[in-house]
């Protein structure tokens, strides 16, 4: 059975913690598109028009 170092785990540990947080920044981007997007439909919706509203 191979042995894993204190040092190896930490340097997963902290190689995933970061992967995490670029995760977590990732959907907080891709929330806020979809919110935008989803505000833009509906005030297309009920006002019908686009006028200063940026769809995309």
């Given amino acids: ?3 894993v170092s204190r040092a ?3 340097t997963d540990l902290a ?3 970061e992967r995490n947080n670029r995760l977590a ?3 907080r981007q891709l929330e806020k598109r979809l919110s935008q997007s ?3 439909k509906v005030s297309v919706a ?3 028009s686009t ?3 940026k769809l995309g």
Wanted: hydrophobic letters at 50%; one cysteine or more.
């Fill in 1 to 3: 059975m191979t042995e």
């Fill in 8 to 10: 190896s785990l930490q």
């Fill in 15 to 17: 190689n995933a913690l």
């Fill in 25 to 27: 920044a990732r959907v």
């Fill in 38 to 40: 989803f505000g833009a």
């Fill in 46 to 48: 009920f006002c019908g």
């Fill in 51 to 53: 006028a200063g509203v």
